[in-house]
């Protein structure tokens, strides 16, 4: 019962939404559309198991006293603030929780959480990518054989495309770049893009017919 | 450890600092560098540039701000050369986000025309724009291909009233000026499919000279328009506006944004040198010693 | 969630459309004003289009009618007098007719739709008689010429979708291929694959981790459970954390999504008492960190630099953040093996990783770690269908330019047949 | 812009400087920024989920209007079996039920295993394959025109290029041979393609950095000391000196213990 009901419900809606695909008739837009809506709200109902687990084991590190506790705390304060204020606001003149009307998405510390402390953070760890593919083309841009060298080689060609320090010879580069984006890059995003939908096929056909299901657990 | 093989083993920190280093330095230190001027760009400034005094441009502003970035330091750039050169321009958005921009640029133009400037050895008297004579704003209509058919009829048929209210005809510099047989050249800047329909929509029935500003990814599609004769010239993201700006002799945010791009991607090659100078020298090294 | 994306757009699409018909075109211009008159050429009335047919739009859920005409003798020539067409719409030869849209000149189809059941301003009722008229109309809006009305045509919804028959046929046979090749595999039958660098590396590194008394980090990436690549990923998952479990090594799995977590815990518990130590699964092993990217990144690589984890190893769904994770892992000293099937991504992998499985190789992984016959059968079944789809390039492109070549058009035929449409 | 803006403006600026100094080494201020984002941005994305996705997607499906009386009223009941489902999910709070919860985990998967078979078919494979199928110029090579021998070869090595790096994947047939040469081609135009990419990327990435330099500077630093802040205008220089106090003292910190541990190894 525990392993053979999950299974045969993968089989069910799964060979559904492929036969689904098919159909362009209005009853089977309908079901496909709730069926996505199922999807959509599992998650949300989900979403308070992890953040239950989120404060458990934050509550854990502060209860137990470890070294970065305070940091723990931190998360957990702002976790919760956040969250009162995205439904806290002033609906008809009086303050008060409101789950039922978006206006917590107004209120004044729901929005600058955004732009003040989501907003900068976000694009500075973002921007930590200028650094890190510098570093990363140091380290690894060895011509240590031929395939490190045909990366380097494309990589560099690439990376010069633009630079005025290199007189006639600046043209042929930029062509010789161009030549490379969109020749071998698009023959080699072909294949790759073909192999992954095979893949793709292959690993869902696997699930729905319940030969991989390692996901689903024991006992 | 030799010097070669530090070399291999930079500390990663230290690349970050001097690209940082770099970057900050480049961007506070206002200073020229070479660019490299296409020809593709170079046709369109020298359309514009044998232009005579009160001929008509028209500036497609097609973009809305997220492509802001890379085709504003165009439009600034085309704005100031057109502008100097006594040549009249009528602005256009047929993107919806478009309105506010235009006519914060022209408000920003405004403002820099009133200074005496100097530009590839000429100098001029700053003056004040007039709005009616030296340009008018059309202002905003939906669905693009449509509005740019109608204004190959005339341009009162989308915009009977210009942005600010005004009726076209009230305004001096339309007088005479039906439709693109009365415009010198149109300029189009966009981020999008807007580029496409003035190619088939306008080019192709009212056949006028037409110039491209696309964003850098867009270019390259482009470049087949080029060579059969329907595009004079073609401007790619950032790097064309660069270009402009240094024909123009009016070195802008584009070229500011090219210089540090060239110097962070030199920072960045010659790490990838050094390293590869490091490991070549070790592992010959390493060879004699195995001898 | 790309499905849900394409719905979402086609309905803006839908509902732009249905704005496009409350909405004149083009505004009325003052006729009136006398400069105005002065500087206008005068227009002729244009020819009306011919040949206007009225179908049903076929392939669709029904609400939906295609018409098509041949442009009107005025579009096109020189400065041209038909700038766009307005097409109008009754359920009676006498009308009254109502505009319902328009389409700029050099068109030649037209769909007249509603968007939605719920949307009843624009609902097309099935199954009524319809009857459609179109209007050539010049720049000046009020000269036009109208051409005869075409009709009754009734909509109605379709129970198959013919443009997508070759999708049909690619997985039918993929299908039976699976299926073949699993029953081969059943009967015991010897299939070989090739080492896969990546995957060799897996055990070596958790070994080594054990030997260094540190943990190992899983990284399943930004997508969620409905990703197929992080499918793939739980798979992995299973086998690394049956040997994570053998080996008595310490795991880490930080989440970017709830139910990628409760199915990567169930998945990782499952593993342990495959490999017979229920009680060393800990809750704490696989836990949520948040639904935000860059949020997810910065914790991650915190995790990194402070637990110091002897292995890093990255699968599923990964988009700007994978240079960013690899990176500080390669700070941390740990021995990294990445895949993903984001094409965009797979470069920096390459880059900043030990290894990579590359595309397809990550789907190919659970196989070659689970080494049981029946998955290694599917991946006999993909090396198939690829040698298929290179047979089909190779003689679409030999028939094309055959045919080219003696100025015939069954090249482009034999190609046409492959096209998905709708 | 006015003071209390300019406050939050200077905790944006400390965050992002917070999150800079990672480049540097883990540290307090960066495991505050870190611990910070985590937090706020799961409550902000949670509380977006329920007032764009939740509510009106179940809730208002349910109760039209008043969430708790959602037993009442509903527009669409059938709408009840999602919920349900949705509530199986927490049957993991307790060890006895949690096999409950696989039956939503497995609709998930299932409805997402089953729409991906046909519709990656369709986008990657079908689709790619009629892309792949080109009509090869050959007039480029052999007159007519322009020789152009540029263009005819690229659509070859288009064509040829996407065999070869198909053939690397295969995973039953060992590499030897004039399929391994095939092959070993393939990773080329794979490795070519990775390179080009890379380097293509750099520029994009650089910009990013460059547009939090100009953030720290024009929204920042220059307003900071900005003469035309009359009011407070203590108060704009004060708050900025706070955070680069802060940064300096660290920066000072740091130094001094690194003299140190450099006078005790020697």
């Known amino acids: 019962m525990k392993r053979q009901i999950p299974l045969v419900l993968v ?209 | 450890m030799t010097i070669f093989e530090k070399m291999m083993a930079i500390d990663r920190r230290w690349v970050f600092l001097l690209l940082a280093v770099v970057v900050v330095g480049t961007y506070a230190i206002s200073f020229q560098i070479p660019i490299r001027i296409n020809s593709e760009v170079r046709t369109i400034y020298e359309f514009v540039d044998k232009l005579k005094p009160g001929e008509i441009v028209y500036l497609g502003i097609d973009y809305d701000p997220s492509n802001q970035a890379e085709l504003h330091p165009m439009a600034y750039a085309v704005m100031e050369h057109c502008f100097r050169k006594n040549l009249r321009i009528i602005f256009c958005t047929l993107s919806q986000y478009g309105p506010g921009m235009v ?143 240094k024909l123009a002799d009016n070195p802008g945010p584009a070229v500011d944004g090219m210089r540090i791009q060239v110097f962070a991607h030199l920072v960045i090659i010659a790490f990838i040198v050094l390293g590869n100078i490091g490991y070549f020298t070790a592992k010959r090294r390493r060879a004699k010693e195995g001898k | 969630m790309k499905p849900l994306l394409i719905t979402v757009s086609l309905l803006s699409l839908m509902t732009a459309a249905s704005f496009a018909q409350s909405d004149p075109p083009v505004e009325q211009p003052m006729a009136t004003d006398s400069t105005m008159v002065a500087s206008t050429p005068s227009i002729t009335p244009p020819a009306p289009v011919s040949s206007l047919e009225a179908k049903d739009s076929p392939d669709d859920h029904g609400h939906s009618i295609t018409l098509s005409w041949e442009p009107s003798a005025d579009d096109g020539a020189g400065a041209a007098t038909v700038t766009s067409y307005v097409i109008y719409h009754s359920t009676s030869p006498e009308g009254p007719f109502d505009s319902v849209g328009s389409a700029i000149s050099g068109a030649t189809t037209f ?117 197929i690549s992080t499918i793939a990923s739980f798979t992995i998952l299973g086998r690394v954390a049956k040997r994570v479990a053998e080996y008595q090594t310490h795991l880490i799995v930080p989440c970017y999504d709830p139910i990628v977590m409760a199915v990567a815990q169930e998945t990782v518990k499952a593993a342990y008492m495959d490999a017979g130590r229920p009680d060393d699964y800990k809750e704490d092993m696989v836990y949520f960190l948040t639904n935000s990217q860059f949020g997810y990144v910065g914790a991650v690589n915190g995790i990194m630099l402070r637990q110091l984890p002897a292995t890093n190893v990255y699968m599923g769904k990964f988009y700007a953040e994978s240079l960013l994770l690899a990176e500080t892992g390669a700070l941390a000293g740990s021995i990294q093996i990445s895949g993903t099937d984001e094409v965009a991504q797979i470069p920096f992998f390459v880059v900043a990783c030990d290894y990579t499985l590359i595309g397809e190789e990550l789907y190919a992984a659970s196989a070659y770690l689970g080494r049981e016959p029946l998955l290694l059968g599917s991946l006999k079944a993909q090396d198939y269908a690829k040698a298929a789809v290179i047979i089909c390039a190779l003689l679409g492109a030999l028939a094309l330019n055959i045919a080219a070549a003696s100025n015939a058009t069954w090249g482009l035929t034999f190609k046409e047949f492959f096209k998905v449409t709708n | 812009m006015d003071f209390e803006t300019f406050l939050w403006t200077t905790f944006g600026a400390f965050c992002t400087l917070a999150i800079f100094s990672f480049l540097y080494k883990d540290n307090p201020f960066y495991k505050f920024a870190e611990h910070l984002m985590v937090g706020t941005a799961t409550g902000y994305f949670s509380v977006l989920l329920w007032h764009n996705s939740l509510y009106p997607n179940l809730f208002a499906k349910l109760a039209d209007g008043n969430w708790y009386m959602l037993w009442l009223n509903s527009s669409a009941p059938w709408y009840l079996i999602p919920g349900l489902l949705g509530l199986l999910m927490w049957t993991r709070f307790s060890k006895q039920y949690s096999w409950m919860s696989r039956w939503p985990m497995a609709l998930y998967i299932g409805i997402s295993a089953g729409l991906a078979i046909p519709l990656e078919m369709s986008n990657r494979v079908n689709k790619q394959l009629y892309a792949m199928m080109s009509d090869i110029s050959w007039g480029n090579f052999f007159g007519s025109g322009l020789f152009d021998p540029i263009s005819g070869l690229s659509q070859v090595i288009i064509l040829v290029g996407a065999i070869a790096a198909l053939a690397y994947f295969f995973f039953s047939k060992a590499h030897t041979g004039a399929f391994g040469g095939l092959a070993k081609f393939g990773i080329w135009i794979l490795m070519i393609g990775f390179g080009a990419s890379f380097g293509y990327t750099v520029m994009a990435r650089i910009s990013l950095f460059i547009e939090r330099v100009q953030f720290l500077n024009r929204s920042w630093i220059q307003v900071a000391f900005d003469s035309s802040n009359t009011n407070h205008h203590s108060g704009y220089i004060i708050a900025f000196l706070v955070v680069a106090m802060a940064i300096l003292a660290y920066i000072v910190r740091e130094i001094v213990a690194h003299l140190k541990k450099s006078e005790n190894i020697s």
């Open chain 1, 11 to 219: 089989l069910i809606f799964g060979l559904f939404m492929v036969i689904q695909y098919f159909i362009p008739h209005e009853s089977s837009e309908w079901i496909y559309e709730y069926l996505l809506d199922w999807i959509t709200i599992i998650g949300v109902f989900a979403l308070v198991l992890g953040i239950w687990s989120l404060f458990k084991v934050n509550y854990d590190k502060i209860s137990q006293r470890k070294p970065d506790r305070g940091y723990s705390l931190v998360l957990l304060i702002s976790l919760f603030a956040t969250m009162f204020f995205g439904f806290f606001a002033k609906v008809d003149g009086s303050w008060g929780l409101h789950f039922s009307t978006a206006d917590g998405l107004q209120s004044y510390m729901y929005r600058h959480a955004y732009e003040y402390i989501i907003r900068p953070i976000q694009s500075t760890i973002f921007s930590l990518l200028a650094f890190f593919i510098a570093s990363a083309a140091y380290r690894a841009f060895r011509a240590r054989n031929v395939l490190a060298s045909l990366l380097l080689a494309a990589a560099l060609i690439v990376m010069l495309r633009f630079n005025p320090y290199l007189g006639p010879l600046g043209d042929y580069i930029s062509e010789a770049a161009n030549w490379l984006l969109n020749v071998p890059n698009l023959a080699a995003k072909r294949a790759i893009v073909i192999g992954i939908g095979l893949g793709m096929v292959a690993t869902a056909l696997k699930v729905i017919l319940g030969i991989e299901r390692s996901y689903m657990g024991k006992g």
């Open chain 2, 103 to 245: 006519d914060a640029a022209i408000k920003d133009i405004t403002d820099s025309l009133k200074l005496d400037k100097t530009y590839n050895g000429i100098d001029y008297k700053g003056r004040e724009l007039v709005n009616g004579i030296d340009y008018v704003f059309l202002g905003y209509k939906p669905y693009y291909a449509l509005q740019i058919l109608a204004m190959g009829q005339n341009f009162r048929l989308p915009f009977p009233i210009d942005y600010y209210g005004q009726p076209l005809d009230s305004r001096p510099m339309m007088q005479g000026v039906v439709n693109y047989k009365q415009v010198a050249v149109v300029i189009d800047l966009s981020g999008g499919n807007i580029t496409d329909a003035w190619i088939s929509y306008g080019q192709g029935r009212f056949n006028f000279p037409l110039a491209l500003g696309t964003t850098g990814v867009m270019a390259a599609d482009y470049y087949p328009y080029l060579n059969s004769g329907q595009v004079l010239g073609l401007m790619g993201g950032l790097l064309g506006a660069a270009q402009y700006e």
């Open chain 3, 111 to 227: 769909t007249h739709s509603s968007a939605k059941e719920s949307d009843a301003a624009g609902f097309l009722a099935d199954y009524v008689d319809r009857y459609y008229r179109i209007d050539a109309v010049t720049a000046d809006q009020t000269i036009r010429t109208p051409s005869s009305v075409v009709g009754p045509v009734q909509s109605s919804g379709q129970w198959y979708n013919d443009g997508r028959t070759p999708v049909a046929v690619a997985v039918a046979f993929f299908g039976l291929l699976s299926l073949f090749f699993l029953k081969r595999a059943k009967a015991g039958a010897d299939l070989y694959v090739r080492p896969l660098g990546g995957i060799e590396a897996v055990d070596e590194a958790i070994g080594r981790a054990t030997e260094m008394g540190k943990p190992i980090l899983y990284v399943l990436g930004l997508g969620t459970a409905s990703d």
